[in-house]
Every structure is written in C-alpha cells, then in structure tokens.
C-alpha cells in the first residue's frame, strides 16, 4: 500500500508542473499578441530609473567599480575640534576661557628633571619676556614647585632654550595684587627706615619724626594676543614637525629681564578667570 501512495503523489506533482509550464507558455503567447513591439522590452525596462536608483544601484552593478572595505584607501575619520577648557586647579574644566594658538617659532626646552615643559614667550615691551613652565601631568604644578625649589636651576632652563617649530595654545589672563617688599628689603640690610627711632629723611624733608611702615608694589600682569610681526619667520625650523605646548592646566609663569635674564615675578595660573595673584 505504501508503494501505491508515492507513486499516486509522484504522478500528481508531474501533472502539477506540466500545468504550470502551460500557464507560463500560454501568458507569453497572449503578452505576444497584445504587445507586438515589445523586442528588447526587458532591457529597456531596466534603463527606466529614478534618480536615487540611478545615482546609487547602479554604481553597485559594475562590479569594476566596486571595491571592498579591505582594499579602499584610508580616509581619517571626520574629528570635530572639541572647544577648548581649562582645568582649573587641576580639577573641574573650565569653559569660558579664552585662548591664544601659535604656529611660530618659539625658545622652548623640555626639562626632563622637572618632566615639564618650558616656553620663552615674548611681550609687548620688549624690555622684558614671558617664561612659562608646564607641567607634563595635569595635577603636577604644585610638584613642580617642590621639584624646582629642591633640585631645579632657573638659569639651567634659559641656558637650555632652542629656537623650535612648536604650535602654542595659551590662555589670556590677567593677574592683579600686590606685593609686599618690607621682608625683602630688611633681610637685603635695608632696616633704618622701617624704626622710628632711627629712620632720618632729612635730605627730603624738615618734619621729624617719618619712618616707614610697609613698602607695596602694585603689580598688573596682563597676556593678550601678541606677536611681533616684523620677527624673523624662521623658514629653515618650520620645515619640522611642531611641538604641541597646550596650556590648558595649571602651569608657573616668570616675568624675566631681558637684558639681566632675571626673574622679577614668578607665579602660578591655576585658573585663566581669577585674576588674583597667586
């Protein structure tokens, strides 16, 4: 009986299939009659496009224009510049900070002892300079202080500086305060004036009894964009890659003499906003 059934189903598929190539054959003579100019129909059918299928299928059909991911040129990927921050006191980034960038050729010198990086920068009067000294790591100014005082020399650094392509991102700020010199002057011998009793300005006036209580200077720091445009352009040093300096964390500042290379103010930027003296 089982042998019965499967031939009955094989006969039932053949008769099946023969209907449907009757069909098939029946269609393409009726499609014949009714659209006698229809000789390469297929073929312009395929021509008949929308633009989005003309612009974009029909590259993918050849296949000698395609060529796989593995095998296509590299392309950098599309990196949008992030808005530059702050990070004041070394801890919060702070966004409304405005900045100066420089491709110039600048003195610079990397101070492997102090693992920081040191910058000449110049000013507006030409009597004095900007030395700036970054720390590599981004909390590690107050331990470049400890590194400077303990076993850094001041005088090592500018002996160091070279002429070098580099790529200057720095914060403008501008520090305000005061300075009190009393201490200073006593320790240099400087002590009649400050007693009472033993300060004489004569010379200057017939009043007795003037002495000096305390001696301040008001000090104003301010960094702006500047640079002098008539400086030597260097064309030799911008043949080679720039160094990055990015200030954009705490680093020392040190208003130098130009003429003496002495340092008549040192300090720290902990925040580009806080114009207090630190």
Do not use: W
């Amino acid at each position: 009986m089982a042998r019965v059934e499967n031939s009955n189903s094989n006969r039932n598929t053949e008769e099946q299939q023969e209907q449907f190539l009757i069909r098939i054959k029946n269609y393409q003579s009726a499609f014949a009659v009714n659209f006698p100019n229809t000789e390469g129909f297929n073929r312009n059918f395929r021509r008949v496009r929308s633009v989005p299928d003309y612009v974009f299928a029909r590259y993918y059909e050849h296949n000698s224009h395609y060529i796989p991911p593995h095998k296509r040129p590299y392309r950098p990927y599309y990196r949008p510049e992030e808005p530059l921050t702050f990070a004041a006191y070394g801890k919060y980034q702070e966004p409304g900070v405005n900045f100066m960038k420089y491709d110039t050729v600048l003195p610079f010198y990397f101070v492997p002892n102090l693992n920081a990086l040191a910058l000449s920068f110049p000013l507006d009067n030409t009597k004095y300079y900007l030395l700036l000294l970054l720390p590599v790591d981004f909390n590690g100014v107050d331990q470049l202080i400890c590194d400077l005082r303990l076993h850094g020399n001041l005088r090592f650094i500018l002996e160091n500086l070279r002429l070098t392509h580099v790529i200057a991102t720095i914060p403008s700020f501008t520090l305000k305060g005061y300075v009190t010199l009393t201490p200073t002057l006593q320790q240099l011998g400087i002590r009649r004036i400050f007693e009472p009793r033993q300060a004489d300005f004569s010379p200057m006036t017939n009043v007795t009894d003037i002495y000096v209580t305390n001696i301040e200077q008001a000090v104003t720091v301010t960094i702006r964009n500047y640079l002098d445009p008539s400086a030597e352009n260097y064309k030799n040093l911008r043949r080679y890659p720039p160094v990055q300096f990015r200030a954009d964390h705490p680093f020392l500042y040190f208003v130098m003499d130009t003429e003496l290379n002495v340092a008549l103010m040192v300090g720290k930027v902990v925040n580009p906003l806080n114009s207090r003296i630190r």
